[in-house]
């Protein structure tokens, strides 16, 4: 079975000049945010093998969060430059290139492309955007492989985000 995570970055600071959109840091509720959706998959049970995630500082430092509160090792974070403002066939690409062993994934990124793959993998998941700090989890449970993921053997396992005032969509 595979487990893949969708984390969307937690709440940035606006954008403004000079500073480039690769560079703007958490605000300080992303910084909160973060922490309580690592918290929320912690008690879930959800620490993924490997967590991938954008160059951006917003969805790096989302992941160091995340990561630090489930006990994941920053170091072992793997930044992939295609994943910044990657569309969902990009990420489906990096997702399928993973290495076998690895049975649960989560991957940092960004709207819109995260919020259009859940689209694509659960068309009857109506979601809209994923608000910042949200995670869908998808199960695929006949997958032997990253490269078989798509939206034929999708099933929602978990879906929540900061301002859920409602328990986390979990699998039954």
Known sequence: MRRLLLLRHAKAVP?????????????????????????RLSRHGLKPDRIIVSPAARALRSAEIVASVLGYPREHIGTLHPLYLAEPDAILDIVAAQDARVESL???????????????????????DLPTAA?????????????EVG??????AYYD???NLAPPVTAR
């Open 106 to 128: 989560l991957v940092v990124g960004h709207n819109p492309g995260l919020s259009d793959l859940v689209l694509e993998l659960l068309p009857s998941f109506e979601i809209g």
């Open 151 to 156: 939206a034929a053997t999708a099933r929602l």
């Open 15 to 39: 954008a403004e000049e000079p500073l480039a959109d690769v560079a703007r840091p958490l605000a300080a509720r992303g910084e909160r945010d973060a922490a309580w959706i690592g918290e």
């Open 161 to 163: 985000f900061p301002k």
């Open 135 to 147: 995670v869908v989890g998808l199960d695929y449970p006949d997958a032997a492989a990253w490269a």
